[in-house]
């Protein structure tokens, strides 16, 4: 598929990603109030774990629909750098912006619709802390999400169900500690949809933590990927 095409299927599924992800932490305010179970300790990690586990196993389908879509630029970025998958600095330059707008436009549609009881639910990722040590978190964070998504998903299990939900278990780890800091967001086209909606897409602060440190922290855990598990040579084609 083109990378104009790429960029379209990019900008629909990160709409619907953001759109649908903000209101994880709602949906599980009601699952356990459904099964009466909001006073367990351990019942919000659980439930949250296993909307996360469905709903990456749909945007995984949808996003194979859609040609290889992707919601993450640092997914992109870090697949790249490791040597694998089919994307170039051109398609890239293209596909970033288009995550961006679908973000965008997730956050404000997810707005537009949600009842005003429930809006403070679905705040985005925000900086609650200095802004060098929420860079640092932010990149840390994602440095240690997008390594294990590598393992996970280039030399993990072979099921898919099993697959998507040791994704689920990594990324709840991440965001619990990673909430007193940044959110954590993890996903710079995600910061950047709520960082509109709340006036402050264009501030060095939210550029420097949601996008150069999470690019720098997948990156590197790319090489580092690369240095353990380097990519299989290309076949020469015998004349």
Known sequence: MGPIKLAIGDMLITFMWVFISSTFGLLSSFIASAIGVQTIAW???VIITFIIFVFVFIFTLIGEFLGGASFNPTGNASFYAAGVGDDSLISMALRF???AA???GGALAIMEVMPD??????EGPALKVDTHTGAIAEGVLTLVITFVVLLILLRGPQNAIFKTWLLAVATVAIIMPGAAYT???LNPANAFGWAYVNNWHNTWDQFYVYWICPFIGAIFAAWV???FFPPAPA???KA
């Open 43 to 45: 019942a919000p990690i």
């Open 97 to 99: 912006p288009a995550q």
């Open 102 to 104: 679908g973000a965008v």
């Open 117 to 122: 009881k429930y809006k403070h639910m679905i």
């Open 183 to 185: 959110g954590p967001s």
């Open 225 to 227: 990927f690369r240095l």
């Open 235 to 237: 076949k020469v084609k």
